[in-house]
């Protein structure tokens, strides 16, 4: 009997221990959670406000390493990176000897320039992101990575120069500019030529459909006859960058960015532990855009470039200073749950859009080194 004891015991542990090994495996990480960022890794801190613009900085105690990757406005720089007109057929020195950028097609196209990435790391480009020279300025039409060592790329681009299609070369240099909201939007989710030129113009296109926008607001700082009078007298081709860098535009526009920045640099200070990889922005009460990075060093690259567009888009919408809640703006970390739209170049990167009423989720994720979503962007649609 006392065998017979013994041999149930020694049954009973292993049971238990068995359980417990499945208990274990159950609670271990999936092996492809720690390559991505898991919901509910970011905390947002109380937002920056002036006039009608709050921003929430987002931080992270955590962080990717995204120093093997090359910025546009670097690479433009330095000349590892070169844009040029289709059509503009030629030969390019680089380390490893002369390249053929090939002639794709006859002639230039409104919505499609060649990329090279000669540098050894691989290029990321960002919606939005502007390019001036060759025959008209244009803008990154979706984010991607270029890859180390890729062929020419025919590049899907946007115009935001609707008066002019000449130039003395074809050649494209870095602007340092991300367009503002409402210009992005038009082209990183609607994916309308017609739109981005009206968004250029008319500085938003909030409210543009009449179903958000609000009766007897307050009218925006930068109005549509202000921006026609910039045109007229400072940017006749309707240059995006000669608009908004005017004189009668763009002396608002620094001196709204000057305040916002001291603002955000005093309330982000001093952090322990963590870094700001993103913002959450609301204008008039209402969250509507948010851009979020893989690491602070990442954010940082482009922080200058979002804040200036981000001001651009406040002084085109209605002066509201309304204060919006911190759960409304938390709402702008989770993911949608709505139809997904999937594409990827296998071991380059993946895109997906997700869209959920009038939200659209956009994210990049780079694949190599190893799975990593570099950028997420989530705003409110206005058209």
Known sequence: MQRSFFAVLIAALASIATLGGIAFVWAAPHPHKAASRPEGDWRILDPVVYENIAIFPVVSGSSQDTSNFLTLEEGLASGEVIVSERGAAGMVRNRDGVRTIPDYGTSASVNQLVLINRSKRPLLLLAGELVSGGKQ?????????????????????????????????SQFTAAKTIVHPSVREQAAVEQKQ???????????????????????????????????????????????????????????VDSFVDQVQRRFAHATSGLKGERVVGVIVAYGGEVAWSDIFASGELFHQYWSKLLRSYAVEALARPTLRETVSADDAREFLRRPNGREVQETEAGVYRWREITEGSLALIELDALQPKTMTLHRLLLHRTS
């Open 137 to 169: 300025d244009r803008i990154i039409g979706k984010d991607r990575i270029v890859p180390v060592g890729a062929e020419p790329l025919p590049l899907d681009v946007f115009c935001v120069e609707h008066g002019r299609w000449t130039g003395s070369s």
């Open 194 to 252: 017609t739109e981005v030129w009206a968004a250029v113009s008319g500085g938003t296109m909030a409210g543009a459909s009449g179903s958000r926008s609000t009766p007897n607001a307050p009218a925006p700082r930068l109005s549509t006859s202000e921006l026609q009078d910039a045109i007229s007298s400072e940017a006749p081709t309707q240059s995006y960058r000669k608009i908004y860098e005017s004189r009668r535009v763009g002396g608002s």
